[in-house]
């Protein structure tokens, strides 16, 4: 049915890997993942800290657009009880899904604001597309009238950062976001960035 189409954020983890992200950041990621990063290093391997978040579609990945896929070849309808409640632009944001974005931006009750209530910190669609690096959608986000690009205490510049996103990093940058703005620990996204060994968005931020 229609309404299956509409992502249920208590049943469904969605653009999980920036929440990880942000998790691990306030220090509740597991000692188990601890471990395996530093038996890692010691073997010479890469690690999660010193490169960004892929951005190629994995197979969750792949339902969400599936799912946005299904909803533009149904015609994209929208009640505005369904805009209200919807997290599609969540979804789209996540995978990069520029022409549903677009099309979610259209529909009369969708607000680019809208916040995610399960997250502790109330991410918006802008702060998923710059901590997966999906630029278009981030230059998309960023023209919309009513943006703040520095929302949220912990602000979507400080998850880009985090992520290691340097394309993400630069669009908000060039729009104003502010650098030295920091999350409810204290930290800057240089800080972070420079912690986690992106040197890319470090040389930005600095």
């Known amino acids: 049915s229609e309404d ?52 190629t579609i994995r197979p969750e990945d792949q339902e969400r657009t599936d799912r946005l896929d299904a909803w533009l070849a149904n015609g994209a309808h929208m009640t505005r009880a369904q805009a ?20 979610l931006l259209e529909k009369p009750g969708i607000r680019v604001l809208k916040e995610n209530p399960t997250h502790p910190e109330k991410f918006t669609a802008l702060h998923y597309a710059s901590g997966r690096g999906r630029v278009e959608v981030v230059k998309l986000l960023l ?17 880009a950062a985090l992520s290691g996103q340097s394309g993400s990093v630069k669009l908000l940058l060039d729009s104003g ?15 972070v960035a420079a912690h986690k060994g992106f040197a890319d968005v470090t040389k930005l931020l600095i």
């Not at 944001?93 to 974005?101: D, F």
């Not at 023209?143 to 998850?159: A, K, M, N, T, Y």
């Open 177 to 191: 976001a502010d650098k030295d703005k920091a999350d409810s620990s204290g930290s800057t996204p240089l800080l």
């Open 143 to 159: 023209s919309r009238p009513e943006i703040q690009v520095d929302r949220g205490q912990c602000s979507p510049l400080f998850v």
């Open 84 to 103: 209200r409640n919807s997290t599609l632009l969540f979804d789209a944001a996540s995978v990069g899904h520029l022409k549903a974005a677009k099309a």
């Open 4 to 55: 299956e189409l509409f992502l249920d954020l208590e049943e469904e983890d969605a653009v999980d890997d920036v929440d990880k992200d942000f998790a691990s950041h306030l220090g509740s990621s597991s000692n188990k993942k601890k471990k395996k990063r530093k038996k890692r290093k010691k073997k010479g391997g890469r690690t999660a800290a010193n490169e960004p978040k892929e951005v």
